[in-house]
């Protein structure tokens, strides 16, 4: 096995010199692994490799560390394939290992994860999945190969058919070697897809569970008109995932629908920078408005959610300075988020937790106190329910916990 990885933009991290190794490289498996990475070691970025044993790259997170490593300082990627490789000595065979990895993980842990196992003088490809399923995670085949995803859309790149390609299933391990594929369905499913997949985080083209988050997030826009019917003189939309929801708030009522708000290439994301005052001075130099498309007129704002409120405020702010808004409303694709996630700090700061500290569940009324908070005439906020139905699945077979406060580790 050989490892490489670095920090930076993909472009910068895998450039010609790394592809044209890889190209080379006379190897029958790769995995790899982009994404945020708040750590400060290069140790704990994706994929982690035990030497020539076992390599990991996982999109999850351990909720429960297990007692031998709850205070260890290592990754929750390093945990489990430290938990494997023990395994692997203990029951002697490759499914045994994996099938008591996941059942021990099993209520401490969310994941879908592409490990890479030297095993017996053979290496096999093995994709495991959670019996909740929180993260999205599909595999892909064609005449050549065999590939996991964490997103459909990785599939799409790889121009794998779409008859050749499914979800892979909660509470699953597929173990891909010299061609065969086995599926070992090990745990009982328990599903709570990620409702925040839907949308914002997953691009939106991917397809989770048959359902596509573009659909989703269009569904929204309708509903949050139904719940509402506030007029604006032009809809605008947050690129890039808050353009949807405007696009089908803009259609079901029949107003305008402009490209009023540009992106800055140059400046990435700023929900993850800690410092509070390098985050505000980020976020204000994120977007710009076109004039021409909003001056003087009331300019409801398609938007994904609304975290700290660092973000819509400097929107605001800005439509007002720059573009000349006479009054600015936020479109929210997601209900008001009320409890952070299994990946955030507990006592991180949300706007409409904030807000709702009184115990109010009203989603205008949440709305409006946001709006005060944010300084902005009006912020259109859907109910729970909302996202559930435009979801199309069971509540109980979703993860709402970031608006709903229900955490599905307790179910």
Excluded at 9 to 35: A, C, W
Excluded at 234 to 255: C, E, F, M
Excluded at 320 to 327: L, N, Q
Excluded at 329 to 349: F, N, Q, R, V, W
């Amino acid at each position: 096995m050989a490892t490489y990885k670095d920090w930076g933009l993909f472009s910068d991290v895998m450039n010609k010199h790394i592809m044209r190794l890889l190209k080379q490289t006379k190897d029958e498996y790769v995995i790899g692994h982009s994404g945020d990475n708040l750590t400060e070691s290069i140790r704990h970025i994706d994929p982690f490799e035990i030497k020539d044993t076992v390599a990991i790259s996982m999109e999850g997170k351990i909720v429960k560390k297990p007692k031998d490593y709850a205070s260890n300082g290592m990754s929750d990627t390093e945990v489990v394939a430290s938990m494997l490789q023990y395994e692997l000595k203990d029951k002697n065979d490759l499914e045994k290992a994996v099938s008591s990895l996941m059942k021990e993980l099993d209520g401490k842990a969310y994941y879908s994860a592409a490990l890479l196992v030297n095993y017996d003088n053979e290496t096999t490809l093995v994709g495991i999945h959670d019996a909740m399923g929180i993260k999205p995670f599909a595999m892909g085949w064609d005449d050549k190969s065999v590939a996991f995803s964490s997103e459909t859309k990785g599939l799409d790149i790889l121009k794998i058919s779409q008859d050749n390609r499914h979800d892979v299933g909660f509470g699953k391990a597929i173990f891909v070697n010299d061609g065969e594929i086995e599926e070992l369905q090990v745990l009982n499913p328990k599903p709570a897809r990620c409702a925040f997949e839907y949308l914002y985080t997953a691009s939106p083209d991917a397809v989770i569970g048959g359902i596509t988050a573009y659909d989703v997030r269009k569904a929204m826009g309708r509903k949050l008109w139904e719940r509402y019917e506030k007029t604006f003189d032009v809809v605008v939309g947050v690129p890039d995932s808050g353009r949807t929801v405007a696009l089908g708030y803009a259609q079901a009522s029949k107003l305008p629908f402009e490209e009023g708000l540009l992106k800055n290439s140059y400046v990435g994301r700023t929900y993850n920078i800690p410092d509070p005052e390098k985050r505000e001075l980020r976020a204000s130099d994120k977007h710009n408005p076109i004039r021409s498309i909003i001056e003087g007129k009331r300019v409801g704002v398609g938007d994904d959610s609304i975290v700290r409120g660092t973000i819509t405020n400097a929107i605001g702010n800005t439509f007002r300075t720059i573009g000349g808004a006479k009054e600015v409303g936020y479109i929210i694709s997601a209900a008001g988020l009320i409890a952070p996630c299994h990946t955030d700090e507990p006592d991180k700061y949300l706007a409409a937790r904030e807000a709702s500290k009184d115990g109010c569940t009203d989603p205008a009324e949440l709305g409006r106190r946001v709006a005060e908070m944010i300084n902005v005439e009006y912020v259109l906020y859907p109910s729970v329910k909302d996202v559930v139905n435009a979801i199309g699945l069971p509540e109980c077979e979703l993860c709402t916990m970031c608006m709903s406060g229900k955490n599905p580790f307790d179910r």
